[in-house]
């Protein structure tokens, strides 16, 4: 199958949840190339649609070599993930080899690194955080520590997770993991 731009795929060949939304958002059309599944309404979207999606998601975690890693005797000093490696990366498979082949086309020639490479990993930030927030909590504001922000006296490895943003995120994260809706 050849891509050119006006493929048309369900939310049934890409699998992702967040791409299935993207699908239902974008359905303009009642047949799915991939999966050959027709329907009285609309259920596929144009295959750029999801690309854009897949694209995005991937500038959020990843970045061009050239701008994060240097450069030395002929290679990048770092990690590289060349071309479709960077759909294994973010766990994108789906099921359909003609779709997941027009997506990994699209990255033939592209190189990834991981954004801010030298920088804190998630866990060492989420990490100094913790620690901060334990140290409000234990040290200075025991009782009312969501309204506190660091006074410029311990900045420290936290990386700008404050007591009360690491409150405010763990906060998201469980109503956002939560199998009780209240």
């Known amino acids: 199958m050849q891509m050119n731009g006006r493929n048309y795929v369900c939310a049934d060949c890409v699998e992702d949840c967040a791409l299935r939304e993207v699908v239902q958002e974008h359905a303009v059309s009642k047949e799915c190339d991939y999966c050959k599944r027709r329907a009285k309404r609309a259920i596929a979207c144009e295959l750029s649609d ?5 694209r995005w998601a991937i500038d959020q975690e ?4 050239n701008d994060e890693l240097p450069w030395d005797e002929g290679s990048y000093v770092g990690t590289v993930i060349y071309g479709a490696e960077i759909l294994g990366e973010i766990d994108f498979c789906p099921e359909n080899t003609d779709l ?4 990994s ?10 954004r801010d490479y030298f920088g804190p990993s998630e866990e060492d930030r989420f990490g100094c955080a ?12 025991r009782y009312t520590f969501w309204t506190a922000e ?6 420290g490895p936290s990386h700008g997770l404050t007591a009360s943003k690491l409150l405010r995120l763990l ?4 109503d956002f993991l939560s199998p009780i809706d209240i």
């Open 171 to 174: 906060g998201g994260y469980i």
């Open 50 to 54: 999801v690309l854009e999606r897949i």
């Open 100 to 103: 997941l082949e027009d997506i």
């Open 150 to 155: 660091d006074e410029g006296e311990f900045q």
């Open 130 to 141: 913790w620690r901060r927030f334990k140290d409000v909590v234990q040290h200075q504001r």
């Open 62 to 65: 990843y970045s061009d070599p």
């Open 105 to 114: 086309d699209t990255f033939w020639d592209d190189a990834f690194c991981r």
